[in-house]
C-alpha cells in the first residue's frame, strides 16, 4: 500500500491487514484486544437468568501460548506503522495486561504510564467468591526508551480536570444507554467502550489532524471520537456486522470545522518551534560582546561571542547550556531558564523573555502567510 488511506474502515485479519500499511504512517494506536477472558460454563444470576458474558469466537484462544504468539505479532505490526513520535496505548483486565506489558517491553515499547479505569457501574460478582472486578487497566507507551518526542497535552488534560493535573485514576461508567450500539434488541459488541474513555486518550495524545489506528475496530468508538475531536481513524475489523455498526454511527458525526486551538492544540515550550540562541544575535537583541550572569550572580558572568556561545574569564568556551552546566556544577542545564542580560534599566531579565519575542514573531508570520 503505497498510502494510508485514512477514516476508513479496513475488513480482515488484522495481522494481514498491518502488513499492508506504509511503515512510520500513523501517529497513536489504540488497541483494545481480545482479552482471553477463558470463561467456563455459563454464568447465571442469583435468579438463574443467564448474564450476556463475553464468549465470542474472537475471544477464545486455546492456551496462553498461542494468546502470546498473537500478542507478539500484533504488536510488532503496531511497532512498525507508528510513527517514530507515536505511542499506542492498550487497554486489558487481569486475564491479559500482565502478559500484554511484558511482551511490549520485550518489543522495546518503553511504558510511560499505568492508568486504571475504575467502573463507576461494574457488573456484579454473581457467584459471591472473590472480589467485584470494577476497573479495567490501560497501557501507554511509547516506541522505545530513546524515544524523546511524543504527543501529550498536559495542559489540556489539566484543563479538563477543572485545573488539576490530571491523575492515572479515571472514574467513568461503562458504555450503557443510547451510546450502545443494539442489533435485534442485544448488545452489538459485548465489549463496547465508552466514549468518554477514548476522548480522555486521544485528547491526552494527539493533535488535530493526527491520524489515529485501531486494529480491533468493533463498533468504531475510536473513529466516532477521533471524528469529534477532528483527528482522522483508520479502523481494522473483520466482522460485517460490526462494520455496519461502526459505519452508520460514524457517518451521522459532522466533523467539526473548527480550529486546532479549539480542538485541543495547545502551543507549549516543548512543542513550539525550536529557537537557537544565535538568533537572538540575529535579531540584535543581544550583541557579540555583551555579558550574561548566571542566576543573577554577577560574580558568574560570560561573554557573548559572535557564533552564539559564551566565554569564560578562564578561557573556556560553550553553549549556554555547557557553561550553565559548568557554574552550576551540574551534569546538564537548561541555560534559557539560568542566564539573565541586563535590560537598558539596568534590571537583570531571564533570556528566555526573549526567546518567546522571537518565537512569536516567527508564529505570526507563520500565521499571516
Known amino acids: ?29 489504540f488497541a483494545d484486544p481480545p482479552y482471553n477472558l477463558q470463561l467456563q460454563g455459563t454464568l447465571r444470576r442469583p435468579n438463574l437468568s443467564v448474564v450476556n458474558a ?15 504468539a498473537f500478542t507478539r505479532a500484533w504488536l510488532s505490526a503496531c511497532r512498525r506503522v507508528l510513527k517514530d513520535d507515536g505511542t499506542l496505548w492498550v487497554i486489558g483486565s487481569y486475564h491479559n495486561i500482565y502478559r500484554v506489558g511484558a511482551i511490549l517491553q520485550d ?17 456484579p460478582n454473581f457467584r459471591g467468591v472473590r472480589f467485584t472486578n470494577a476497573h479495567e487497566t490501560l497501557l501507554w507507551c511509547k516506541k522505545s526508551k530513546d524515544q524523546k518526542r511524543y504527543t501529550f497535552n498536559y495542559h489540556a488534560m489539566k484543563a479538563f480536570n477543572d485545573d488539576k493535573q490530571m491523575r492515572s485514576d479515571w472514574e467513568l ?15 452489538l459488541h459485548s465489549t463496547q467502550k465508552p466514549e468518554a474513555l477514548l476522548y480522555r486518550v486521544i485528547l491526552a495524545s494527539t493533535n488535530p489532524g493526527d491520524v ?23 479502523g481494522i475489523e473483520r466482522d460485517e456486522a460490526y462494520i455496519r455498526g461502526a459505519r452508520a454511527r460514524i457517518e451521522a458525526i ?3 470545522l473548527l480550529s486546532p486551538e479549539v480542538l485541543g ?25 555583551q555579558r550574561l550572569y548566571f542566576r543573577k550572580q554577577l560574580d558568574k558572568q560570560a561573554t557573548i561571542v ?30 534559557w531558564e539560568h542566564w539573565y542580560y541586563k535590560d537598558e534599566g539596568g534590571q537583570l531579565v531571564v533570556i528566555d523573555d526573549l526567546r518567546e519575542r522571537v518565537r512569536g514573531e516567527l508564529l505570526a508570520d507563520q500565521q499571516r502567510v
Not at 181 to 187: D, N
Request: overall charge negative; hydrophobic content about 40%; aromatic content about 8%.
Open 173 to 187: 461508567a461503562l458504555c450503557t444507554g443510547r451510546e450502545r450500539l443494539t442489533a435485534g434488541g442485544e448488545k
Open 212 to 234: 489515529v489506528l485501531d486494529p480491533f475496530f468493533g463498533t468504531g468508538t475510536t473513529g466516532a471520537v477521533a471524528k469529534k475531536l477532528g483527528r482522522h481513524f483508520v
Open 54 to 68: 463475553v464468549d465470542d469466537d474472537w475471544d477464545q484462544f486455546s492456551d496462553f501460548a498461542t494468546y502470546d
Open 254 to 256: 459532522q466533523r467539526p
Open 265 to 289: 492544540q495547545y502551543t507549549t515550550k516543548r512543542s513550539a518551534p525550536r529557537i537557537a540562541f544565535s538568533a537572538l544575535l540575529e535579531n540584535g537583541l543581544l550583541l557579540p560582546g
Open 1 to 29: 500500500m503505497a498510502t494510508l488511506e485514512v477514516d476508513r474502515i479496513y475488513q480482515g485479519d488484522c495481522l494481514e491487514i498491518l502488513a499492508e500499511l506504509p511503515e512510520k504512517s500513523v501517529d497513536l494506536v
Open 306 to 335: 559572535a557564533d552564539g556561545s559564551l566565554l569564560l574569564p578562564t578561557g573556556e568556551r560553550g553553549s549556554i547550556h555547557q557553561i550553565g552546566a559548568r557554574l552550576g556544577q551540574q551534569p546538564a542545564c537548561n541555560g
Open 107 to 123: 518489543l522495546g515499547y518503553w511504558i510511560l504510564n499505568d492508568v486504571v479505569w475504575i467502573k463507576t457501574n461494574p457488573m
